[in-house]
């Protein structure tokens, strides 16, 4: 894929890519050449160990490579911060990593041009003093843990990346799964002007959020402005889902492949929500395939997605 390929921005309402592998040969010679094999038009990186607290410092010019290229090429690009990262946890030392780890994701994400940052909204562990819910505790860390890193974001300047909050399925003491409860994130933060949203497909089918129904996306994306306000939709991980609504579990499918079905991510395409917003597929992507062509499904599921992008139209 190059810069005369792709067509002009205007005929892509939505970029579809995939979030890609950089390990061996980097941001470029592993993750944009993976892009390309799979006809990605945006891309999602980790630029740390995401089952880990170290913040590897990068290579600037390899960056700036990295950077150059999906200006010349027009993808778009996203970090998605480490696993970890839990400001609702009640350990000290959690929380302080937490920070680190995404103050870094946030200043690589930066220096590589990517437009945002995915971040896992988190649980209350712990109990309250008495027993009891934490919910009220963690929310409070929220604010006093995040807040102080959208200070350091406004200092960026106006290409500093978003903040884009993703709810989880719903495991444990989740602090957000619901598309109600970034409400209440979003008031902690104070409704920061680069405070963002993913969405999920596959979290929130866990939810309860059943995008499979008639009317399902549709209320789901109301409820998501509802909470936050329009425009701040910034990024949707496109996934299907191996279990059945409501099951609280975080298992990947391929396009068409799990229990929402294909038709809804059609319905995505025409919501004015989703204007202008990327789709990233984070489905399995063959490497266990008996052929063990890596980015194989990847390449399915994405041309899956242009197709009925295309019957939006």
Request: glycine share 10%.
């Amino acid at each position: 894929m190059n810069a005369a390929a792709q067509p002009p921005a205007p005929a892509r309402r939505n970029p579809v890519g995939a979030h890609v592998p950089v390990a061996g040969r980097g941001l470029v010679g592993t993750g944009l050449a993976y892009a390309r094999r799979v006809g990605a038009e945006a891309v999602q990186v980790f630029v740390a160990n995401p089952r880990g607290w170290a913040t590897p410092a990068g290579d600037a010019a390899k960056d700036a490579e990295f950077r150059e290229a999906c200006t010349a090429e027009g993808i778009p690009a996203y970090v998605h911060a480490p696993y970890l990262i839990n400001f609702g946890s009640d350990s000290t030392a959690t929380r302080e990593r937490s920070a680190e780890s995404l103050r870094h994701s946030l200043l690589r994400a930066h220096r590589i041009g990517a437009l945002g940052v995915v971040v896992h909204t988190g649980s209350a562990v712990g109990q309250a003093p008495g027993g009891g819910s934490r919910y009220a505790a963690a929310m409070a860390q929220v604010r006093e843990d995040v807040r102080p890193l959208l200070d350091e974001l406004d200092a960026l300047g106006e290409d500093a990346p978003w903040l884009l909050l993703e709810p989880t399925a719903g495991q444990g003491n989740s602090l957000c799964s619901r598309m109600e409860d970034l409400a209440a994130y979003a008031d902690a933060l104070d409704h920061h002007p680069k405070v963002g949203v993913c969405l999920d497909t596959c979290h929130a089918f866990a939810a309860g959020h059943d995008l499979a129904a008639p009317g399902g996306v549709a209320d789901a994306l109301d409820t998501l402005v509802a909470a936050v306000g329009p425009g701040r939709l910034r990024l949707i991980h496109a996934n299907d889902s191996m279990d059945v609504v409501g099951a609280r579990k975080d298992r990947h499918a391929n396009i068409g492949a799990g229990h929402i079905g294909a038709d809804p991510f059609g319905e995505l395409f025409a919501h004015p929500a989703t204007e202008g917003v990327p789709l990233i597929i984070e489905t399995p992507d063959g490497r266990h395939d008996p052929a063990r062509v890596e980015g194989a499904r990847h390449a399915i599921d994405i041309s899956h997605l242009k197709k009925l992008r295309s019957a939006t139209r």
